[in-house]
């Protein structure tokens, strides 16, 4: 069963997908593996907004997340979008990330691997 084929609305305005939703049928779903395989592809989404509210998605359930590493990433990949509402949401979502894991968790280490490309 594929979360986004039953639960993704079909999305023209950002007045039609909010966090809310996206971790609302998160959290409900029993396969967390494939729930975040799904919220994962919101992240590369057309539709800005789906990839806004993806990335805050990824920032209020990081503690949730089978592969925080992968979240991470999309995070980091997010604040280079075209779209300067996404790159702005990926930054709120890493600080928050931040302040939600324990200090072994934190994101700030894949960051610092990019910075050192």
């Known amino acids: 069963m594929n979360f986004i ?5 079909d999305i023209n305005t950002k007045d039609e997908v909010n966090t809310r939703d996206i971790l609302k ?9 494939q729930a975040w395989n799904d919220l994962h592809k919101l992240t590369t989404d057309e539709n800005p907004y789906v990839r806004l ?10 503690s949730q997340l089978p592969d925080k590493q992968q979240a991470c990433d999309d995070l980091h ?8 509402e996404v790159r702005t949401g990926a930054y709120y979502a890493l600080g928050y990330t931040y302040s939600k894991l324990p200090d072994e968790q934190k994101p700030w280490a894949c960051l610092q691997d990019r910075a050192d490309e």
């Open 5 to 9: 084929e039953n639960n993704k609305p």
């Open 25 to 33: 049928h998160f959290s409900s779903v029993a396969d967390k593996q």
């Open 53 to 62: 509210q993806a990335a805050y998605a990824i920032g209020y359930a990081c």
């Open 77 to 84: 990949r997010l604040t280079t979008d075209e779209n300067s």
